[in-house]
């Protein structure tokens, strides 16, 4: 339930939170608001959410050795991080709204619409924006990027809760307002999509063309057989013979790092990349993301509810928040505010 | 039934007569020795098969106004046609076992590595190195987007026979080596990688790279919601709807002009462009493919065994020879095998 405006965000109507719904941007903000801020937002799993959990035990340190100390109040910077955030969120969705405008066939595109801005959103498409900023690009840079990732993950979105006859143990329920013929199908016709609208993004002159070659590469490692694919067959094995409870620590981490853990480090890559980063800023970035996605997924994907997570997942705040130490002294408030609030504070 | 060495292609068996398939190569030999020679091959529907049937009034002229003319032989031309397209076939499949080696994780590697060589081949992919070779490029500079091609094709495949509960009319039954959820997963994983392996082509010192992002464009917008899955939904609301007889022509033509049509236009298009062909020779051989695929729906896709078609696959034939004029004083005898056999020889 979101406290401020009472709104309740049901199990099973995933798809009716993603960036079609009005209360959305409504919901960031009650989040966003004190007291409720305490990290940044993420939407992996149909709700604005948080990745910052209270520490187990407080008294013990960070794994990062030497904060970063930035000289705001925490008023300004949750109010600037908010805005921010929200910001990319606008931009990316009306990207997505004039890339895919419902035109014939209607039949397909229709649904491709429709499956495209009711998957839940993620913060990988935010944070691939925000990494690109971070080293000196503009945000159009990293704009198709972003949408790609958004694309991506709606179509496994999509056919991750197909009902397939050996799904003896399925996903929770959601609305499904098409056909299974025709979700696998809008499925299948996102993933190319989203490589063309990739591909397409090349400036005039050419400049930019090796940079979205290396990031249609990023992107489809991520998301392939080696990526998002893997963690999810771990995931559809682990269901089918463990059950929900019977998850160990090893397999959980497995599933996180492929799925979310590796979306979330392709897309903070990918925004480095285009943004005109040095190697060691993309390469601390991707670590970066992929240990944002990991907390992700424990807090609220295959982690969640799940015993011993909270430890993990302060390991993981310390690993991610030591990775932008090459940063410091840019403004990195934002970007570190998926993890950190309280060290963006200090 | 293949008439030389007696072996049988089930309808039930599709997936056993892939680049798996032992059986193959000697039956291409088979088919395109004489007195079987009457056209090209194909293998969109999993064995080698025909472009070319039997005129329904061979007394009425061809719609290529402008006979081409090549002075060979009959029995040279069959013999360096034979060798040339099952030498390219046999270099697709290489360049994709290379590719795809059997590696951890294996449980994701081995269906990929299965689906994608149990999938029928097609010709759209053999079309991709001939238009590359006929507009003066390597075989080399098209191997990338030809293997790319098969890979889509064998995702949509696999997707295509998938058991979804609300296929009332499946298709015709194939032997399913793994279950569903791994068969959706597999077609999940095999798209990107595709395009991977497409994005990777580029060379040392990046002289390709525009070549590479078009033919990116150029295959996700064949495959995906405006090409094959447009089709494939078409497809499936007339087979849901209105049976297998009574398609009208119409329909036909729509689902062949989407699915085998574009696919072809697109493995023909991308060839000339990787092989450095000129705008004009690029749209000659787009138009070509085109016609070229919806021959082979028409034949051997959504068209088999309906009445009328060899009416329209007669006009199309001359429409597709027509495309190629422009390249007279070529070695086209090879490309044009594939519609044109007889004209071939004249």
């Known amino acids: 339930m979101c406290v401020t405006c009472s709104s309740t965000f049901k199990k099973t109507s995933h798809y009716k939170s993603g960036f079609n719904s009005l209360h959305s941007l409504t919901a960031i903000i009650c ?117 790609a990732l958004h694309l991506m993950h709606a179509a496994a979105y ?22 299974p013929n025709v979700e696998l199908l809008t499925g299948d016709g996102i993933i190319p999509f989203g490589l063309e609208l990739l591909a397409k993004s090349i400036v005039k002159n050419g400049s930019n063309s090796d940079r979205i070659l290396r990031v249609i590469v990023e992107i ?52 480095a990349i285009l943004g005109g980063g040095s190697e060691e800023e993309v390469q601390k970035l991707r670590k970066y993301g992929l240990y944002v996605g990991m907390i992700e997924g424990m807090l609220y994907g295959v982690g969640r509810n799940k015993k011993g997570m909270e430890g993990e997942v302060e390991k993981l705040r310390g690993l991610a928040t030591k990775e932008l130490e090459i940063f410091n002294g840019r403004k990195i408030e934002k970007i570190c505010s998926l993890v950190q609030a309280g060290l963006c504070s200090v």
């Open 220 to 271: 489809t490692r991520a998301v392939g057989s080696e990526g998002v694919v893997d963690g999810q067959y771990k995931e559809f094995l682990c269901s089918q013979s463990k059950g929900e409870e019977s998850w160990n620590l090893g397999d959980i981490e497995y599933v996180c790092k492929k799925k979310e853990g590796g979306l979330y480090a392709c897309g903070a890559a990918c925004g």
């Open 31 to 147: 989040f966003l608001s004190p007291p409720f801020m305490a990290g940044g937002l993420s939407h992996f799993h149909g709700r604005p959410s948080f990745l910052t959990i209270s520490r187990s035990n407080p008294s013990r340190p960070s794994l990062c050795h030497r904060p970063i100390t930035i000289n705001m109040t925490q008023t300004q910077t949750q109010s600037q991080t908010q805005s921010y955030w929200t910001s990319i969120e606008a931009d990316i969705a009306a990207h997505l709204k004039r890339a895919i405008p419902i035109r014939p066939p209607v039949s397909v595109f229709e649904p491709m619409h429709y499956l495209t801005f009711a998957a839940p959103r993620i913060t990988a498409s935010a944070l691939c924006i925000a990494a690109c900023e971070l080293v000196g690009g503009d945000r159009d840079q990293a704009m198709a990027a972003a949408s």
């Open 158 to 179: 999509t056919h991750e809760h197909l009902p397939l006859t050996d799904r003896i143990r399925p996903k929770p329920a959601i609305h499904h307002a098409y056909s």
